[in-house]
């Protein structure tokens, strides 16, 4: 007997669920956001807590509230990296 294979399948969007092209976040939400990811894949806690020094320095050499983690520009991050 031949075997039938389903087509390739599109994404249908569901009428109860908005959805969304473009959510914002903070730095601190983003990154939390991360900060999951990092533990559901196993990442251990010292690596983990590594993380954590990184953002806090990372924000003390910003200095400035970003509401918005699409206002961290590349070259800010390039100009931390340089610094560090």
């Known amino acids: ?3 039938k294979f389903i ?3 599109g994404l249908k969007a569901s009428p109860e669920v908005p959805q ?3 959510v914002l976040y903070s730095l601190d939400e983003a990154f ?3 900060i999951r990811a990092k533990k559901a894949q196993g990442f251990r806690e010292g690596t983990i807590n590594g993380y954590y020094e990184v953002m806090r ?3 003390q ?3 400035t509230d970003i509401e918005d983690v699409t206002k961290v520009t590349a070259d ?5 990296i340089n610094y560090l």
Do not use: A, D, P, V
């Open 7 to 9: 087509g390739e399948r």
């Open 61 to 63: 050499w910003l200095s």
């Open 57 to 59: 320095y990372f924000k």
């Open 20 to 22: 969304y092209s473009h």
């Open 1 to 3: 007997m031949k075997r």
């Open 76 to 80: 800010q991050i390039r100009c931390y």
């Open 32 to 34: 939390e956001t991360l």
